[in-house]
């Protein structure tokens, strides 16, 4: 694809020493966060491809094990290597990547095709996001079940135990999330070093057995699976996608740790282990073919099975910090684009404004993932759901890239058409291999995609309802401040600092308004402040607010927009302490300024504004939004609320 040129490498005369010890510090940071997921999926692709208790069994000879072998290999190349480390993961935006981010690059860089067309593209990023929701709820239930399955392989007396076990793991896993990664972080990149060397060198001692397993790296036994075996090698490519489980967040943490950092990750160590780890599975399924209930605790030695389990499980607790603190920072950026109410966010680094704790997201998780663990009771039964959310997932962001690669960097159209078709065709056929598992789980996760999309798209239509009715009622803002200026409204001056929050600086504030019209007063300095959320992740301090003073330069009324990205939290008090006071008409007095709110309480009207059934969703919605004060900073013990009803 046609970009700009990449920045030049730092200059040699630079100390070596220093420079590599950084990069390896930062890739192998990259390791214990971005990996997890991708990194603990050869503990059940394998043992789901030839599940004997498949709907569609996938039988065990060379043919079958070399096809698969070869499909789980290519189908990773040309997913993650090629659809996200070497094309997805250059759309960044301003160093942020996801689907979050290809929705605001299509806001961008979409303003040359139709309004139509850009808003069906960003619902279906949308729906995306709301897919990882569900592979939020999945991947720590089937992860930590799958390492804790091993035990049974030690000792099988043990299978009883393995649902309470991991249902404790689990518990301890979201009871400890209010405190945040960044002292845990600092082991996880080690701890998944061994991880991969681990899973590595036992996938070379296999492959040691059964040299002959190297020539499943050639396509060719992937196409002749594909071709001569399509009935089966098509249904197996539902359980072959598990393989490629976690790709996204290879994306959509890019912006933690940076394109170089993930790319050589994952080049130089990840994918050899992984690959290593398959034809290591392979090579002993060929060897015993009864091997299947468990290639991968099989594949090590006797006496490194409970090590291997005890080191699998704390692999899996890392993949799904990883999947859930993904799921923090989806909907933290949902809720700063519109897409959900404000959410009571906790930022739990001081050094990482990406490392966020959301509350409401931790428990209602905590609650889902328990639910999907004593419900399906096995990995192997979760694996049918697994798959139908990363391949939709997989095919959106394709699609997206495909669109920004055109409206960004011009990409030629036969590029486009030649690539796109080649990429498309292989998500889709993972699509619909897992649409025939839809009756065996498969609707589960498109079942809490489509709750999840239907909640986002009705707050987003029900804000800009709400939004509508508060602009007729607050009236004209600059009008309004014309009345106070030339005395049409009579009211009294008096002494102190009043910040008014509002949408923007084309209404008035409603809790000014209200405060004119019943009390007759109105303070020294009035700051009325707009926040407003940019495309970009973060805005420079430089850029972080503007002043208007609405055409007056004596009455002390000014009108201030505070810019953050959508990775920050909005923080009133940081914006005004930045204010040039030659710009505000004054000193404001902020260390005893008043702050007031107006506080709109929804109700249910006849206005067909909406189906009925989305205003009970709409309304039942709002009841999630944050203590406002709390959300923007404010002072408490000088923040005043002012109330107001609205009909949607």
């Known amino acids: 694809m046609t970009e700009p040129p990449s920045p030049p490498e730092p200059s040699r005369a630079r100390p070596g020493g220093t420079r590599d010890a950084v990069r390896l510090a930062v890739v192998t940071g990259a390791l214990g966060v971005v990996f997890g997921d991708i990194g603990t999926s050869p503990l059940y692709t394998l043992q789901t491809v030839f599940n004997p208790g498949d709907p569609h069994p996938v039988p065990v000879s060379t043919d079958s094990v070399f096809g698969v072998v070869s499909l789980v290999f290519w189908s990773v190349v040309v997913i993650v290597t090629v659809t996200y480390v070497l094309l997805a993961m250059r759309a960044d935006n301003d160093g942020e990547g996801g689907i979050m981010a290809l929705i605001t690059l299509l806001r961008r860089w979409g303003g040359g095709r139709s309004r139509r067309v850009t808003a069906v593209l960003a619902a279906l990023g949308i729906f995306g996001a709301s897919l990882f929701f569900g592979d939020s709820m999945i991947t720590p239930a089937i992860s930590v079940l799958s390492a804790v399955e091993g035990l049974e392989v030690v000792e099988p007396s043990l299978k009883p135990a393995v649902v309470p076990i991991t249902a404790v793991i689990l518990i301890v896993l979201f009871v400890v999330q209010r ?16 991880w991969f060397t681990a899973i590595g060198v036992c996938g070379a001692a296999g492959i040691a057995r059964r040299p002959d397993i190297l020539k499943a790296l050639s396509p060719t036994y992937a196409v002749g699976f594909l071709t001569s075996h399509f009935g089966t090698a098509f249904f197996a490519l539902a359980a072959v996608v598990l393989a490629v489980t976690g790709a996204e967040a290879l994306y959509a943490d890019m912006g933690h740790f940076g394109r170089r950092a993930i790319t050589r990750g994952w080049l130089f160590l990840v994918f050899p282990a992984c690959a290593l780890s398959y034809l290591g599975q392979g090579a002993l399924i060929l060897d015993d073919p009864r091997t299947i209930s468990s290639p991968f605790f099989l594949m090590a030695p006797h006496w490194a099975r409970l090590p291997m389990v005890l080191l699998a499980t704390a ?42 704790y959301v509350p409401w997201v931790n428990w209602f998780l905590l609650v889902s993932v328990l639910t999907l663990v004593l419900a399906f009771r096995s990995s192997a039964a979760l694996a049918f759901a697994f798959g139908m959310a990363v391949t939709g997932t997989i095919t959106i962001t394709t699609l997206l890239f495909l669109f920004v690669a055109r409206a960004r960097w011009a990409t030629p159209l036969w590029a486009l058409i030649g690539g796109g078709t080649v990429l498309l065709t292989v998500d889709l056929l993972f699509v619909a291999a897992n649409v025939t598992k839809l009756v065996h789980g498969a609707w589960l996760p498109l079942l809490i995609g489509v709750l999840a999309f239907t909640v986002m798209t009705t707050w987003q239509h029900g804000r800009q309802v709400v939004t509508a009715e508060r602009k007729r009622r607050e009236g004209p803002l600059q009008e309004f401040v014309e009345d106070l200026h030339s005395g049409r409204v ?14 923007g600086k084309a209404t008035t504030p409603l809790a000014l308004r209200a405060n004119v019209r019943h009390n007759h007063v109105r303070h020294e300095h009035v700051v009325i ?4 959320t940019e495309p970009v992740p973060r805005v420079p301090p430089d850029q972080r607010s503007v002043v208007d003073d609405l055409g007056h330069t004596d009455d002390g009324i000014i009108h201030v ?3 953050f990205g959508y990775m920050e ?8 302490a930045g204010l040039d006071p030659a710009r505000t008409e004054g000193g404001l007095r902020l260390d005893e300024a008043s702050y007031y709110l107006s506080k709109v309480e929804l109700r249910r009207g006849k206005a067909p504004t909406m189906a009925p059934w989305r205003k009970r969703l709409f309304i039942a919605t709002s009841h999630l939004t944050a203590d406002a004060a709390e959300h923007f900073g404010l002072p408490g013990d000088r923040t005043v609320l002012m109330g107001s009803h609205i009909e949607v």
Do not use: C, K
């Not at 405190?179 to 061994?194: K, Q, S, Y």
């Not at 402040?529 to 407003?532: A, C, D, G, K, P």
């Open 569 to 576: 939290a909005p923080d009133v008090p940081s914006v005004l």
């Open 315 to 356: 692999a899996t607790v890392i993949a799904s910090q990883a999947v859930i603190t993904g799921a923090y920072s989806v909907a933290a950026q949902a809720a700063r684009l519109g897409y959900l109410p404000r959410l009571r966010i906790a930022h739990t680094s001081e050094s990482s404004v990406g490392q966020v």
């Open 529 to 532: 402040l707009s926040l407003e």
């Open 490 to 503: 009579p009211t009294l001056r008096i002494p102190g600092t009043a910040v008014f929050l509002n949408r």
């Open 179 to 194: 405190r945040g990664t960044a002292a845990v972080g600092r082991v996880f990149g080690p701890a998944m070093v061994v």
């Open 561 to 563: 927009t505070g810019r």
